[in-house]
């Protein structure tokens, strides 16, 4: 008779799902998985967060010892006195705080003077933005705040019922952390929030436990959502991952703090004690669902007609700014088509214009990441619009690297379940979990086609950030 395996559980609280996961601990096998969907919004009671958690494990946890949880990063939750919900929580992709964030930039000293002292110039997304939007437009709710968490933070805590805490992961992307320090800047706090000094979590160590649950479940320290799809993918050097989800994200690890005053790349750290240089866009996937709608198609659909196009669709060129932008700072900015000629003005064409616009605004974030001293080998493509047939014919032309696209995962929810794994065996390093089958994608005959589409898309964009993007 075998030994049964050591269950852990791994959470992936997202903008729209949770996801859970149960592995086993030693392989990282997924054994059985859970799900629950969030309401569509960019602002969301927490308490949606624990319905969703509890809808997605029912009947799934029997056996589980340890579980921990990866969140969507920069929400902000605010707690009372009593440690009841002060509003509902602003979430990453909620831009009312672009102001906020421009003024704090300004005020402090430039982008310079913010990532030498958070290694981050903050945007929209970022927590101290969101307090400072409070602070300004909500001061009676300002005032009674009395604790500041993440979404992770607070799931952690409401599994526990212990002490609120946090990883150096998602603290990095507050805007009052420092990744190269290891503390908070809590004078950033308080100037930010009006000169309102809310608590803050713990900041525990990679391995760490933030407790257990009523039940006796250990629960790991927990982290940021791109922190642990790193987790889960184990980088190394020359690694450099692009997400196409809700957002798109391109990061990798690194030894080093990263300090990079365009605010191109987040210095954030990462979920094992190293950094995570990091570049995200605000439209990834929903490009694809917008487009296709748009064509009176679906994704498939959309994919039939993007493959049935040239490269570069004839100079046809989309610049998709669809929800705003976050890199480049531009929260107002609208998207745009370009090139429009009568000759190529096709269904075709304008799907892949669709594929490749997205792809462009990830393949700059690798330039970025790539100037903040990350080599890149290969790019590891993940996300639900990695699947796309399309996207995975364009990617290697646009990023002119070598991409390969590892078998579908919930890698947050993997990454979250390995720390759990790592924080209930100890020791310095995550347990080594079998590599996940992987296809690499067939490359061009020549680069030429991708220069020519990425120096486009560059020429388009150039336009629009000449352009103010605020209303008159």
């Given at each position: 008779?075998?030994?049964?395996?050591?269950?852990?559980?791994?959470?992936?609280?997202?903008?729209?799902?949770?996801?859970?996961?149960?592995?086993d601990?030693?392989?990282g096998?997924?054994?059985?998985?859970?799900?629950?969907?969030?309401?569509?919004?960019?602002?969301?009671?927490?308490r949606?967060?624990?319905?969703?958690?509890?809808?997605?494990s029912?009947?799934?946890l029997?056996?589980?010892?340890?579980?921990?949880?990866?969140g969507?990063?920069h929400?902000?939750?605010?707690?009372?006195?009593?440690?009841?919900?002060?509003?509902?929580?602003?979430?990453?992709?909620?831009t009312?705080?672009?102001?906020?964030?421009?003024?704090?930039?300004?005020e402090?000293?430039?982008p310079?003077?913010?990532?030498?002292?958070?290694?981050?110039?903050?945007v929209?997304?970022?927590?101290?933005?969101k307090?400072r939007?409070?602070?300004?437009?909500?001061?009676?709710a300002?005032?009674?705040?009395?604790?500041?968490l993440?979404?992770?933070?607070?799931?952690?805590?409401?599994?526990?019922?212990?002490?609120?805490?946090t990883?150096?992961?998602?603290?990095s992307?507050?805007?009052?952390?420092?990744?190269?320090?290891?503390?908070y800047r809590r004078?950033?706090?308080?100037?930010a929030?009006?000169?309102?000094e809310?608590?803050l979590?713990r900041?525990?160590?990679?391995?760490?436990a933030?407790?257990?649950?009523?039940?006796?479940?250990?629960?790991?320290?927990?982290?940021?959502?791109?922190m642990?799809?790193?987790?889960?993918?184990?980088?190394?050097t020359?690694?450099?991952?692009v997400?196409?989800?809700?957002?798109?994200?391109v990061?990798?690890?690194?030894?080093?703090?990263?300090?990079?005053a365009?605010?191109?790349?987040?210095?954030?750290?990462?979920?094992?004690?190293?950094?995570?240089?990091?570049?995200?866009?605000?439209?990834a996937?929903?490009?694809?669902?917008?487009?296709?709608g748009?064509?009176?198609?679906?994704?498939?659909?959309?994919?039939?007609?993007a493959?049935?196009?040239?490269?570069?669709a004839?100079?046809?060129?989309?610049?998709?700014?669809?929800d705003?932008?976050?890199?480049?700072?531009?929260?107002?900015?609208?998207?745009s088509l370009?090139?429009?000629?009568?000759g190529?003005?096709?269904?075709?064409?304008?799907?892949?214009?669709?594929?490749?616009g997205m792809?462009?605004?990830?393949s700059a974030?690798?330039d970025?990441?790539?100037?903040?001293g990350?080599?890149?080998?290969?790019?590891?493509?993940?996300?639900?619009?990695?699947?796309?047939?399309?996207?995975?014919?364009?990617?290697?032309?646009v990023?002119?690297?070598?991409?390969?696209?590892?078998?579908?995962a919930e890698?947050?929810?993997?990454?979250?379940?390995?720390?759990?794994?790592?924080?209930?065996?100890?020791?310095?390093?995550?347990?080594?979990?079998?590599?996940?089958?992987q296809?690499?994608?067939d490359?061009?005959?020549?680069?030429?086609?991708?220069d020519?589409?990425?120096?486009?898309?560059?020429?388009?964009?150039?336009?629009?950030?000449?352009?103010?993007?605020?209303?008159?």
């Amino acid at each position: 008779m075998t030994d049964k395996p050591t269950l852990v559980a791994g959470v992936d609280s997202s903008t729209q799902s949770t996801k859970i996961v149960v592995c086993d601990a030693a392989t990282g096998a997924v054994v059985r998985t859970g799900r629950a969907a969030h309401p569509d919004a960019t602002e969301v009671d927490p308490r949606e967060w624990w319905r969703a958690f509890t809808e997605a494990s029912d009947g799934l946890l029997d056996g589980v010892e340890a579980l921990g949880v990866g969140g969507q990063q920069h929400g902000m939750v605010t707690l009372d006195a009593d440690s009841e919900v002060v509003r509902p929580a602003l979430l990453w992709n909620d831009t009312r705080s672009s102001q906020a964030a421009e003024d704090l930039v300004r005020e402090l000293g430039g982008p310079a003077a913010w990532t030498e002292a958070v290694g981050s110039v903050p945007v929209a997304s970022f927590t101290v933005t969101k307090l400072r939007w409070l602070a300004e437009h909500e001061p009676a709710a300002a005032d009674r705040v009395a604790r500041v968490l993440l979404p992770h933070d607070w799931l952690t805590w409401r599994l526990t019922g212990g002490e609120p805490v946090t990883d150096r992961g998602d603290a990095s992307g507050t805007g009052y952390f420092s990744p190269a320090d290891g503390g908070y800047r809590r004078d950033i706090l308080k100037y930010a929030f009006g000169g309102r000094e809310p608590e803050l979590p713990r900041v525990l160590a990679p391995a760490e436990a933030a407790g257990r649950t009523p039940d006796g479940v250990l629960v790991s320290a927990g982290t940021g959502d791109n922190m642990a799809a790193a987790l889960a993918l184990g980088l190394g050097t020359g690694d450099v991952v692009v997400s196409l989800g809700t957002s798109g994200t391109v990061f990798g690890v690194s030894e080093k703090a990263p300090a990079d005053a365009s605010g191109l790349v987040a210095g954030f750290a990462d979920a094992t004690g190293r950094f995570l240089p990091l570049a995200c866009t605000l439209n990834a996937a929903r490009v694809l669902t917008a487009a296709a709608g748009m064509l009176g198609t679906d994704l498939a659909g959309l994919d039939r007609l993007a493959l049935s196009a040239a490269p570069g669709a004839e100079g046809l060129t989309l610049l998709p700014y669809l929800d705003g932008e976050r890199t480049p700072n531009l929260p107002s900015a609208a998207g745009s088509l370009h090139g429009l000629r009568r000759g190529n003005m096709t269904p075709e064409n304008l799907a892949r214009a669709a594929v490749e616009g997205m792809l462009c605004g990830l393949s700059a974030g690798l330039d970025a990441v790539v100037a903040q001293g990350l080599s890149v080998r290969r790019v590891l493509l993940i996300g639900g619009a990695a699947q796309s047939e399309a996207v995975r014919a364009v990617a290697p032309i646009v990023f002119g690297v070598p991409v390969v696209v590892p078998e579908p995962a919930e890698h947050v929810a993997l990454g979250a379940a390995r720390q759990a794994a790592w924080a209930l065996a100890g020791g310095t390093e995550p347990p080594a979990w079998s590599g996940k089958a992987q296809v690499t994608l067939d490359r061009p005959a020549s680069p030429e086609a991708g220069d020519e589409i990425r120096g486009r898309h560059l020429a388009v964009r150039q336009l629009v950030h000449d352009v103010p993007v605020r209303g008159a």
